[in-house]
C-alpha cells in the first residue's frame, strides 16, 4: 500500500508529487446499482501527487469507479482506503476536506447565483469555530480567476452556456481545495480551446500545488499527454495501467475500444498518438 508522505504543502521541490500527503487504493473493489455488478473486484492504488487518467469505452465502469472512490457508492465487496482507513468509517467533512469531486453532470439548485455556487466549494472547511473569512474569499476569487468565471460572478447558473456552466463546475471543485481531486470528464461541453486551457489548469495545480488529480477522459490522445499514469478499463476491470508510453498500444485499444489504430509519436510532446483506421481510411 502506498505510504503517505508529510512535507508540507507549499514547500518548493524538483519534482510532481513531492507534496503529496494522502494515499487512495481501492482493494478487490466491486461497485453496481441495483444489484446489477459494474466494477468488478478492482485492484488500484492512486499514486499520490500524480495525475491519474482512467480511460475506456463507455460502460466500461469508469465513472461508477470514481464515484466508489468518492464514497459517493458504497461498495459491494471490498473496499476503498484513505490514508489506510475504511473511507466508509471516516467522517463525511473530514474526507471532503481531502477528496473533492466533479461528477459528469452535476445539478445546481435552481436560481443560484455563480459566486455563490463556487463559495460552495469552502463548505467543507467551516465548522463550529471556523467562520467564513478573508482567505475563503481570496481562495473563491483565485478559483474563478483560473477558470475565467469572474465575469460571470453575478450572473445565475441558469444563464450560461453548457461551458460556461463546467468552468463555474470546476471553479467550486478547485474552491475546496482538496488533496485528491477527482474529475469525471472535466472538458465534457467544452470547445478544443478550453479543453486544453482546463487540463492545463490540472496540469498546473498538480505541479505547483501538488494536487493528485484522478480524472475519467475520452479523448484518448488529450489522456495520453497529460498523464502520469493511465489507467485503461473494459467491463468493469481494469486491463493495463501505467505510464502512457508503455500502457497505449495498438493491442490495448483494439481490446478496450475493439478499434483499430496505429500509435505514432505526438508531435508536440512525444507522448503516444492514436491514429484512428476506419472502414474507408485504412492504411494500403
Same mark, same amino acid.
Request: proline share 6%.
Given at each position: ?16 508529487? /513531492?507534496? +503529496?500527503? $494522502? ?10 446499482? &441495483? ?20 480511460? !475506456? ?34 467522517? @463525511?467533512?473530514?474526507? +471532503? ?12 439548485? #435552481? ?13 467543507? $472547511? ?9 482567505? &475563503?474569499?481570496?481562495?473563491? /476569487? ?15 447558473? #441558469?444563464?450560461? @452556456? ?8 470546476? +471553479? ?45 477522459? $475520452? &479523448? ?40 483499430? /489504430? ?7 510532446? !512525444? ?12 492504411? +494500403?
Amino acid at each position: 500500500m502506498p505510504q503517505t508522505t508529510d512535507q508540507t504543502a507549499g514547500q518548493p521541490v524538483g519534482q510532481p508529487g /513531492a507534496f +503529496a500527503r $494522502h494515499a487512495l487504493t481501492a482493494t478487490g473493489l466491486s461497485l453496481g446499482y &441495483d444489484g446489477t455488478r459494474i466494477v468488478d473486484k478492482l485492484d488500484l492504488a492512486i499514486e499520490p501527487g500524480a495525475i491519474t487518467v482512467i480511460v !475506456g469505452a463507455n460502460a466500461s465502469g469508469k465513472s461508477t469507479l470514481l464515484r466508489g472512490l468518492a464514497r459517493l457508492l458504497p461498495p459491494q465487496a471490498g473496499t476503498v482506503t484513505l490514508d489506510g482507513r475504511d473511507i466508509a468509517s471516516l467522517p @463525511s467533512r473530514k474526507v +471532503a476536506t481531502i477528496v473533492g469531486l466533479l461528477p459528469q453532470q452535476p445539478i445546481a439548485p #435552481e436560481g443560484i447565483g455563480v459566486a455563490d455556487l463556487v463559495g460552495r466549494g469552502r463548505y467543507p $472547511h467551516q465548522g463550529w469555530f471556523r467562520h467564513w473569512s478573508s482567505t &475563503d474569499d481570496t481562495i473563491v /476569487a483565485e478559483a474563478m480567476a483560473a477558470t475565467q468565471t469572474l465575469e460571470l460572478a453575478s450572473r445565475r447558473m #441558469e444563464e450560461l @452556456s453548457g461551458g460556461q456552466r463546467q468552468r463555474v463546475w470546476i +471553479a467550486m471543485a478547485l474552491a475546496q481545495n482538496p488533496d485528491i481531486l477527482l474529475l469525471d470528464e472535466p472538458t465534457t461541453f467544452l470547445d478544443v480551446t478550453h479543453q486544453v486551457e482546463v487540463l492545463d489548469l490540472l496540469h498546473e495545480l498538480n505541479h505547483e500545488q501538488g494536487t493528485t488529480v484522478v480524472m475519467v477522459l $475520452h &479523448d484518448l490522445n488529450l489522456a495520453a499527454r497529460y498523464a502520469d499514469r493511465l489507467v485503461v478499463m473494459r467491463q468493469g476491470t481494469i486491463i493495463a495501467e501505467g505510464a502512457p508510453a508503455q500502457v497505449l498500444t495498438e493491442a490495448v485499444v483494439l481490446d478496450a475500444f475493439g478499434l483499430t /489504430a496505429r500509435i505514432i509519436a505526438d508531435p508536440v510532446c !512525444g507522448s503516444p498518438l492514436v491514429v484512428p483506421i476506419g472502414r474507408f481510411h485504412g492504411a +494500403a
